[in-house]
C-alpha cells in the first residue's frame, strides 16, 4: 500500500518552535563526502561567535536539541566547551561526525560536558581513509567498531546515517537488520537522499536579477539529473518490502510541492534479538504533545532508546502498538524469560533534501528542523554557502521557450 500523507502524523514543528538547532562550528574537515554543501571558506567559528549563535536558538527557535555540525565538529579545538555551554542553555548537544578520529578519551571528555551523543554519517561515496571504495556491506565493519566504540561510554545517544544514491539503495534493508541486531547499541539510523544542482538541465542560476555561475563555487554542482531522483517514498517502499515490522509514523512536508515528503519518521519496537512492530501515528502525535505541555518544548532524540514495557500502554489508542504488543506477548507465551527481557525503540529517518521543480522553485523541507543561524537570521544550513557568496539564496530562472514550443505544449491533445 502506498504511502499517504493522511495515515501519517504530521510534525506540528514550526521555524520558531522547532526541536532542533543547526549549530555550524567549522568548516574545516578531514574527508570528503560526495555532494558536500560545505566548502572550506572561513575555517573554525570562535566559541564567542557560537555561543551568540547558541543564546539565539535559544531565543528565537525554542530548541530541545542543538545538532553540533560543519564541517567536522570534533576538529574545533573548544567543541567540549561548546558542548558545554549548550548544555548550561538548556538544550540537548548532538555531535554529527563522521568519526574518523574519534577516541574513547574524547568521548568521555563530550559525555562529562552533558552532550546527548554521537550522530555518525558513515557511506560508500565518502573518500575516507583506509575505506575509500568499500561498498555499504564492507562498511559495516566500520559500523560496528563505532558502535561498540560508543558503547564503552555508557548513557550516550548513538545513531547512523549515510547518503542514499540509486547505487546503494537495495543495501539499506541490510543496514536497518543491522541496526536491529545492535539495537541495544545503536538508537537510530538516518537515510538522506542524494540531491544536487544539475549541469545537464538548462537552467539559469540567479542572485536578484543578475546571472551567476555556481560551478566551482558550490560543493553541490556538476552532477548528472538521473542521480537526484530518488525520493524518500523510494527508500520507504524499499525498507517495507523486506521489513515487515517497519512503518512511518509522522512527516514533513515540502514547502512548495504538496505531495513531496521531505522528512518521513519511523519509531520501531523490539528486543535484541527480535522486532515486534512499529509505533503509530497517534502514539507519535501524545508524544510530541505532551512533552511541549510538560517540557515546553518539541521532542526529537532521546538519550536512551530502553523503552520498556510502557512503550505498549498507546495500545488502546494505536493500532500500530497493538500490532507490537500482540507480537510481544506472543513472544513471552512462547518463552516466559522474554518478559525480563529489555524492550527498545529504534527510530529510522528518512530526508528527501531540496528538489527544484520545473518551473525553477526550491521545493524545501517545510518547517526545516536543520535551520543554521547566519548574520542574525535563520537560513537552511545546506544552502548557507549561498549566502556567504552572494547574500542571500540563488534562484533557478527556466530557459525562455520559443512561440512554437508554447504553442506546442498548449495544443489540444488530437488537434490537427
Known amino acids: 500500500m502506498p504511502l499517504r500523507k493522511r495515515d501519517i502524523y504530521r510534525l506540528p514543528w514550526s521555524l520558531n518552535d522547532n526541536p532542533i538547532g543547526w549549530l555550524e562550528v567549522t568548516d574545516r574537515c578531514n574527508i570528503y563526502c560526495r555532494g558536500c554543501y560545505r566548502r572550506n571558506l572561513e575555517g573554525h567559528k570562535s566559541l564567542e561567535e557560537l555561543k551568540e549563535d547558541i543564546l539565539f536558538f535559544k531565543e528565537w527557535r525554542n530548541c530541545y536539541n542543538m545538532s553540533i555540525a560543519g564541517g567536522e565538529p570534533i576538529l574545533h579545538p573548544d567543541i567540549v566547551e561548546i558542548v558545554a555551554f549548550t548544555v548550561e542553555q538548556g538544550m540537548q548537544a548532538l555531535i554529527l561526525t563522521n568519526g ?3 577516541t574513547r578519551e574524547l568521548l568521555v571528555a563530550l559525555k562529562d560536558a552533558g552532550a546527548l551523543g554521537v550522530a555518525f554519517h558513515i557511506d560508500s561515496q565518502q573518500s575516507r581513509p583506509g575505506w575509500k571504495g568499500k561498498n555499504e556491506l564492507e562498511l559495516m565493519e566500520l559500523r560496528q567498531h563505532y558502535a561498540d566504540l560508543v558503547a564503552t561510554v555508557p548513557g550516550l545517544y548513538c545513531n547512523f546515517g549515510m547518503t542514499v544514491y540509486n547505487a546503494n ?8 537488520r543491522w541496526g536491529n541486531e545492535n539495537i ?9 537522499c542524494y ?14 536579477d543578475q546571472k551567476v555561475s555556481i560551478d566551482g563555487e558550490l560543493g553541490y554542482t556538476g552532477e548528472d539529473s538521473s542521480e537526484l531522483e530518488l525520493t524518500s517514498a523510494d527508500v520507504y517502499e524499499t525498507l517495507r518490502a523486506e521489513l515487515s515490522h517497519y512503518d512511518a509514523c509522522s512527516y514533513l512536508g515540502g514547502s512548495q510541492a504538496h505531495d513531496s515528503i521531505k522528512w518521513l519518521i519511523g519509531v520501531q519496537v523490539g528486543r535484541k534479538g527480535k522486532m515486534y512492530g512499529s509505533i503509530g501515528p497517534r502514539t507519535m502525535e501524545a508524544a510530541q504533545v505532551w512533552h511541549h505541555f510538560v ?6 532524540y532521546l538519550r536512551t532508546n530502553r523503552a520498556g514495557k510502557k512503550v505498549f500502554l498507546p495500545s488502546l489508542i494505536d493500532p500500530k502498538i497493538r500490532e507490537s504488543t500482540r507480537a510481544w506477548l506472543g513472544d513471552v507465551v512462547r518463552n516466559p524469560l522474554r518478559l525480563f527481557q529489555p524492550v527498545y525503540t529504534q527510530s529510522i529517518g528518512i530526508v528527501q533534501a531540496p528538489d527544484i521543480l520545473p518551473d525553477g522553485r526550491a521545493d524545501m523541507c517545510d518547517s526545516c528542523p536543520d535551520m543554521a543561524v547566519y548574520d542574525g537570521k535563520l537560513v537552511h544550513s545546506c544552502r548557507m554557502d549561498e549566502f556567504r557568496l552572494y547574500g542571500t539564496y540563488v534562484t533557478v530562472q527556466m530557459p525562455a521557450r520559443s512561440e512554437e514550443e508554447t504553442e506546442e505544449e498548449l495544443m489540444p491533445v488530437g488537434a490537427p
Open 100 to 102: 574518523h578520529g574519534l
Open 184 to 192: 541495544d547499541k545503536v538508537h537510530g539510523l538516518v537515510f538522506i
Open 195 to 208: 540531491r544536487g544542482a544539475p549541469e545537464d538541465v538548462p537552467m539559469e542560476y540567479m542572485v536578484g
Open 295 to 300: 517540557r515546553g518544548t518539541y521532542l526529537t
Open 169 to 176: 539503495l537495495p543495501d539499506l534493508p541490510h543496514i536497518v
